[in-house]
Each structure stands twice: as structure tokens, then as C-alpha cells.
């Protein structure tokens, strides 16, 4: 029969992201079964304990047996060292993991790896106080894969020990872990309506004020740093939070453009002359340090919250803030307008203010008319081939542009041999002739 070899290092008490802990292996015999079932039912099987040298090159460790899973809500961790998004959610799921464990939690992970090679796993598993797939387990990651037909990472799939129904599995583990932190446990359907009323009605209850204060401050930071302005300043206003950090490569690419759009729409509204309506920004840092937070608040124009407050957590996980820059739109009666704000700003630039469907509606059939009279074809500088004008309706859909490297929607000029797509906008034409010479 076949094997298959789970390995395990035990939890220690965590102190940063790269600490690690003492290696076991877990080894089933038999993986001829339904995978799912195989998982639920470790105790079935019988594993001997013994211990093995550690070497650089080998998977080695300690084997245990399998029972210690038995009755465990078990989590599939496909994953992969040199995919920067499945490291930050690593660090998430490590804090989660422990908090859980801590607190007696009947809660364990299986790491998948999608690693290039032995050691790019070996270093990422030093991060990880949970069971893996060995390396060299090709067949098993493969089944694992099929099985729960995953299509990309991170992904985690949660197993519910005693329940083998289909609808009991859940394959958005990674969006459960970053919206609920450790409330999502145990997983389970009944907990996740719970999770889903309760977030119905802080949304319905949701002011800016509940967003951006607590019982310790009721400020937001302005310039110079140590100017203190009320929150209860900007109720009224359109006011953007604008996820972002320093060392993030796509917010230092999309911070001149906010940066321009902030100013062209507080000049638009200097114009119409209307004292009541007014936008603004207020940086939520991700910054590592405070120094980088103080640089990088030092370039921007608007209001922050300071480095380090709790209210960016719990802002980060109340909007389910997955990756950055992200902008998210608050109106001015303190509901949520979009949190799309980013994808607009690149599609409409200053036109998109105030963010509201209404504006939307108005700018798609403005963008619907302007396509009319776009050449069906055009030859860009950037790129070989013919680019064909697309609609959704034809063909197109959302996409990243290659040319500005911002996401769009709606209208685009799309290649059809290879698919390089552009906004219409970042079209620069050339003849035909020159690109026949090229």
C-alpha cells in the first residue's frame, strides 16, 4: 500500500514570523480511500514511532500517530513560498492558528506545497507550527489538488471532523480567516450565519465616527504629525481609506495617481462653490515601523490614523482588506460606498467622485457613447499585434491592463492571438506600416 507521510512541528509559543519549532512526521498507510474521508478518519490507521536523524536534504523527522487528529477540524494549506500573497496570509494564519491551539481549540493544519524545490520548502515550513505534505510526496499533493479541484493559492479548505456532506466542507477558508480572525472557528455552517447577522447589523449601525475612533482616541493625525484633528470633522464629507504601506511595490505605483486625483477633485469642488460637500483621505498604514510610517505619512497630503492603532485591524477585517493599495469609499452619511474606489479612480480618474452607483451608471453609458467612435482596430506602440476594441459583451471583461498595469473593466483593446489587453486610454496608435517593419 501506499503511504502517506504528513509532517508535523509543534506549536511553541510564537515570537515572530520566523521562529520555528521541533520536526514530527505523521505517516498513514493506505491512500486508496476518499481523500476527505482519509483525513476525518486518521485513527483508523496504525503508525509506528520512532525517530530520525535530521539532514539537510532529507525530510526527516518524528513520527506520531495519526489518532492525535481524530475529532479535529482539519484545514488544507495550499500554499507556496514564492507567491507574496500565501506569505502575508501565513503570518495571519500563524497568529490564528497558535491563538487557537492556545485557547484548546481542537483545530490543525495540513501545509500542500506548491514549492519549486526542496530547500524554498524546507525554509517556508520553518514558519509553519503545523503538519505538511513532505516534499517528496509528489502523488498525494497531486490527489490532494484534484480532490478539492484547486485553482489557486492561497487556498484553505476546512474539513469538519464528523460530517462528510459536501456543503460541510468550505473552500474560502483564506477570505473566513482575514474577515472573521479566530471567530470563524468552528467553521461550521450555523457559525457562519451567526458571523454573516452580526456583520449585517454593524454595517447597518456603521457610522464614520464607530469607524474611526475608540474609547482611547477620537482623533485622527494631520500635518505637522502632532496636529490632532476630530474625527467628528469630516462627518459629512466623502472620505476615503486608503489601505497602504511603504514597502508595498503597487501603492508606491498608485500613490501619484490618488495623490493627482485628491487634488484635481478638492479643486473641482473649490469651483462649484458648494461648502457643504468636500472629500478626503485618511491613511490606513500597513507600515512595518513607525519610521516608515512617518516618511511615507510625510508624502501625503490628508489625515492618517497613528502607526500601530487597533482600529486598523479591526478596519483591515471589517472590509475584508485582502490585498494593497486599497481604497474604500465611505459616504457622507457614513455607509459604505464601494470598495472598489482604486479600480474607479484608474477607470475614471477625478469623474468618479463621489464613488456613488448613480455616478457610475452615468459614466458606463458616457463610456458606452465615447466607444462609438473608437477605431474598431488600432496598432499600439507597445505591443506586435492588432488590438481589437472589445466590449463585455464581446469578448472582454475585467482585466489588468499591459500597458499601465492598473485593473480595468468595460472597454478595451484586447489582442486575440495573445491575449495583451490595454484601456483605450493608454492606447498610443502607430500605422500599420511601422509595426509591418518592426
Known sequence: MEALSLSI????????????????????????????????????????????????????????KVSDLEGKVTALYFSANWYPPCGNFTGVLVDVYEELRNNGSD????FVSSDEDLNAFNNYRACMPWLAVPYSDLETKKALNRKFDIEGIPCLVVLQPYDDKDDATLHDGVE??????????????????????EEKEKHERQTLINLLTNHDRGYLLGHPPDEKVPVSSLVGKTVGLYFSARWCIPCEKFMPKLLSIYQKIKQNLVEKGDALEDFEVVFVSTDRDQTSFESYFGTMPWLALPFGDPTIKELTKYFDVQGIPCLVIIGPEGKTVTKQ???????????????TEAKLEF????????????????????????????????????????DCDEQGSG???????????????????????????R
Not at 416 to 428: A, I
Open 107 to 110: 483545530f490543525e493544519v495540513v
Open 176 to 197: 473566513l480567516i482575514y474577515k472573521y480572525g479566530i471567530r470563524a472557528f468552528p467553521f461550521t455552517k450555523e457559525k457562519l450565519e451567526e458571523l454573516q447577522k
Open 9 to 64: 512541528r509543534r506549536s511553541q509559543p510564537h515570537q515572530d514570523f520566523q521562529a520555528s519549532w521541533p520536526l514530527k512526521i505523521v505517516t498513514i498507510f493506505s491512500i486508496n480511500m476518499a481523500l476527505r474521508f482519509l483525513i476525518m478518519s486518521l485513527s483508523q490507521w496504525y503508525v509506528q514511532q520512532l525517530r530520525r536523524r535530521m539532514t539537510s536534504t532529507k525530510e526527516i523527522g518524528e513520527e506520531v
Open 411 to 437: 472597454w478595451a483593446y484586447q489582442c486575440l492571438e495573445c491575449g495583451y489587453e490595454v484601456h483605450p486610454k493608454c492606447v498610443r496608435a502607430v500605422d500599420r506600416g511601422s509595426m509591418i517593419q
Open 363 to 402: 459614466l458606463e453609458k458616457q463610456m458606452e457613447e465615447e466607444a462609438k467612435n473608437l477605431p474598431r482596430s488600432e496598432f499600439h506602440i507597445g505591443h506586435r499585434h492588432e488590438l481589437n476594441l472589445v466590449s463585455e459583451g464581446t469578448g472582454g471583461g475585467p482585466f489588468i491592463c499591459c
Open 341 to 355: 474606489g482604486r479600480n474607479l479612480i484608474n477607470l475614471y480618474q477625478e469623474n468618479a467622485y463621489p464613488f
